[in-house]
């Protein structure tokens, strides 16, 4: 069973629409994570959510907005997609307290025509 | 500002020497430290951590780093490298409980 998943793993579409990428946990645990990864590799947190709740936003344009149902899904939805959003995005979990490690998704690969 | 700091983007060592992939940080307080690693078209994949406690610290696949408080730095290590350790491996540091940063990422290639 995957512990992280997310759909879709490929994403193609115009500038201008709107799209959401799903993404779900098995591991039981309350925080879970949206990450950027761009062309050069570079991994930037976006959202930080604990049990459903939205606990860290780094300065993430308003047209992505993250959705929590459950402790087990968080999905990101982004209006008027921009050409400088095409970049690799990962979802994550994590258990409780500063030092436990971060289980990540596969990764959904945005790419905007 | 806090930060981690990668100062190699790539590594090249010979398959079956030993390898070193660097991290330093820059964080208050007393610092979580994280190593993962991803291979192409996948997500990170936890390797080892510091918490606290011993130094030297043993992760998956053969892996270790070290913990050095006064040069704020935690090395990646093995002892004997494998052409199967060829990945892109990151340094992260845990500031509380919500938030990461992440290093630049450094790209290991091990030659046969």
């Known amino acids: 069973d995957t512990a992280v998943s997310q759909t879709p793993k490929y994403l193609v579409t115009q500038m201008g629409n709107d799209k959401s990428i799903k993404c779900e946990q098995n591991?039981?645990?309350?925080?879970m994570y949206w990450y950027k990864q761009d062309s050069k590799k570079f991994l930037k947190i976006m959202f930080s959510y604990n049990n459903k709740e939205l606990i860290i936003n780094e300065t993430v344009p308003n047209r992505f907005s993250p959705k929590s149902p459950d402790k087990a899904h968080l999905n990101l939805h982004i209006n008027s997609l921009e050409l400088g959003d095409s970049a690799v995005y990962f979802c994550?979990?994590?258990?409780?307290?500063?030092?436990?490690?971060?289980?990540f998704g596969d990764g959904t690969r945005l790419s905007i025509l | 500002a806090q930060s981690v700091a990668q100062p190699e983007d790539q590594v090249n060592v010979a398959e079956g020497n030993p390898l070193t992939v660097k991290c330093t940080y820059s964080v208050s307080g007393n610092p979580y430290l994280f190593w993962y690693v991803q291979y192409p078209n996948r997500g990170l994949q936890f390797l080892l951590k510091y918490i606290t406690g011993d130094n030297l610290v043993k992760g998956s696949y053969g892996f270790e780093a070290e913990f050095n408080k006064s040069q704020t730095s935690f090395h990646l290590k093995k002892p004997s490298a494998l052409v199967s350790d060829s990945a892109l491996y990151f340094c992260a540091v845990s500031l509380g409980t919500y938030k990461y940063i992440f290093g630049t990422g450094t790209r290991l290639k091990v030659l046969a």
């Open positions: 591991l039981g645990h309350d925080t």
């Open positions: 994550a979990s994590s258990g409780a307290g500063g030092g436990q490690p971060q289980h």
